[in-house]
């Protein structure tokens, strides 16, 4: 990816489809910088938020990651501004690592459903290994079986930092309105009946 710096009007830049952005690190100091809008997506979908890559900037290569992503307000697709980290070969990442889940639709087709509790997991590494993202696979899984961060299985250098007891994704049975109603009606009347009681025992004055 070729980086530019900076040097024209923001609404400039994104009516040529050029996305405006800013490089930084340590002991290195923070430029404004353009890329292609293609080229942005393209390493996004390549290496996420997480894994580290070559851009050149100024006819000069530079190892760098995403650090954040901003969209416009009304369209989740149209970046409107990015963040590049520059790391050198032993700097170490902190970075949220997403987890995807393959088999979703064998599980609904028991009519079940994954309910997420963490959609990304914290991880700490060298800029020379990194992870894309921890991916599960549920096609096996049933009511009440659940992944946890201690069940994440990593090389060697890489380490998680969430808390091991964490659970990251458990399947569920979909709650019905009926149900809900059910459940409110009966708290309903529970209320009352001890209302009731309570009236009972006050003695009058």
Known sequence: MILKPRKLPVKKLRQDNIVPGVIYGKDFPSISIQVDEKELISAYKQFGQSLVFAVELNGKGQRVYIKDLQYELLSNHKITHFDLVRVSKDSL???DIPVIIKG????????LFVE???????AEYPATMGVANFEFDVSEFDINDAVY?????????INILDNPEQIILIIKEPVM??????????E??????T?????QETPLL
Do not use: N
Not at 177 to 186: C, F, M, P, R, T
């Open 93 to 95: 990442i902190t970075a």
């Open 104 to 111: 979703r639709e064998v599980i609904e087709d028991k009519k």
């Open 116 to 122: 997420f509790v963490l959609q990304t997991v914290k």
């Open 149 to 157: 961060v201690k069940d994440i299985v990593v090389e060697e250098g």
């Open 177 to 186: 309105i009926e149900d809900l109603e059910g459940v409110a009606d009966k």
């Open 188 to 193: 309903h009347e529970e209320r009352l009946d």
């Open 195 to 199: 209302d009731a009681e309570e009236s």
